[in-house]
Nanobody
Framework: QVQLVESGGGLVQTGGSLRLSCELS????????MGWFRQGSADEREFVAA??????????YYGTFVTGRFTIDRDDAKNTVYLQMNSLKPEDTAVYYC????????????????WGRGTQVTVSS
């Protein structure tokens, strides 16, 4: 079965940076679109970023509130997707989840089939 494991979360100051990692096992990584979502005080998970599968050129997509600060990329040789987060703000505080689905990338959580357990990101003032 496909499993996703996130790492790299932690406590940072406002304006700082973190690099999250998510490793996929149990599947052919390049065949999956990979996404990052976050859940703060709201019940629903918010779309952060996604990168398409190999067949769609591994294009990157970003949520409205993180564009220009976050960068998603993937390393197919390592079965790993990354989320580089710069200029972090207190409102970025959330549990960040990695997700995977076969084929093209989408921004809605319902389209993703596999989820990691999440990694906590806390941004202090």
């Amino acid at each position: 079965q496909v499993q996703l494991v996130e790492s790299g979360g932690g406590l940072v100051q406002t304006g700082g940076s973190l690099r999250l990692s998510c490793e996929l096992s149990g599947g052919s990584f390049s065949a999956y679109a990979m996404g990052w979502f976050r859940q703060g005080s709201a019940d629903e998970r918010e779309f952060v970023a996604a990168v398409d599968w190999n067949g769609r050129g591994e294009s990157a997509y970003y949520g409205t509130f993180v564009t220009g600060r976050f960068t998603i990329d993937r390393d197919d040789a390592k079965n790993t997707v990354y989320l580089q987060m710069n200029s972090l703000k207190p409102e970025d505080t959330a549990v960040y989840y990695c997700a995977a689905k076969l084929g093209p990338a989408y921004s809605d959580t319902a389209r993703y089939d596999f989820w990691g357990r999440g990694t906590q990101v806390t941004v202090s003032s």
